[in-house]
């Protein structure tokens, strides 16, 4: 075996920009916002932005559109808006955006969750996509919804050593 072969793959820093979606978060009280970020910084990776929008789905939409158009952002996540009362439009607002649905995640994800909240998992409409080269994940707004959606998902796929494969092998290939 040659060096290159037995050689372990490197970290790669993915640019992360983080939305909370909530009409009554600030940075002061946003828990769910507080441990994203740390768990971003901690594994690595850079928080690329940070931002605090209210539930209306065009300024979602707007927010998210504008970064995704940043050349320095590589992944968004969005924690709240994705329960199913009047208020939560996240899927409304960015599923439109997307060029490809990661359905895994969303399934993924609520079974996961069934580990801890049983059945209330089925409120959740968590879920990911690709758009314009840009992977997006959209957790619920709870602290321990964000835990295990950074531990349990997001943080294995954003990290190129995860075999047999991950999210940050494809990137270079997401615009093909």
């Not at 690595?44 to 998210?64: F, T």
């Not at 952002?73 to 997307?98: C, K, S, W």
């Not at 409120?123 to 992977?135: D, E, I, K, L, P």
Request: charged share 20%; aromatic share 6%; proline share 5%.
């Amino acid at each position: 075996m040659s060096k290159t072969e037995n050689k372990e793959p490197s970290f790669i820093p993915v640019p992360i920009a983080l939305l909370t979606i909530s009409d009554s978060r600030t940075l002061a009280n946003d828990d769910a916002g507080d441990l994203l970020a740390q768990r971003i910084e901690s594994a690595g990776h850079q928080l690329a932005g940070r931002s605090i929008c209210k539930d209306n789905i065009y300024k979602i939409r707007a927010l998210v559109s504008q970064w995704l158009i940043e050349d320095n952002i590589q992944a968004i996540i969005t924690t709240g808006g994705t329960g199913i009362t009047g208020y939560d439009g996240t899927p409304e607002a960015i599923l439109p955006l997307l060029d490809k649905v990661i359905d895994g995640f969303g399934e993924m994800f609520r079974s996961l969750s069934y580990q801890n909240i049983k059945t209330s998992t089925l409120q959740s409409r968590a879920f990911a996509g690709v758009a314009n080269g840009t992977f997006i994940f959209c957790l619920p707004g709870s602290p321990g919804a964000c835990k295990d959606g950074w531990d349990l998902l997001i943080s294995h796929q954003l990290d190129h050593r995860t075999k047999p494969c991950n999210l940050v092998e494809l990137m270079p290939r997401l615009q093909e």
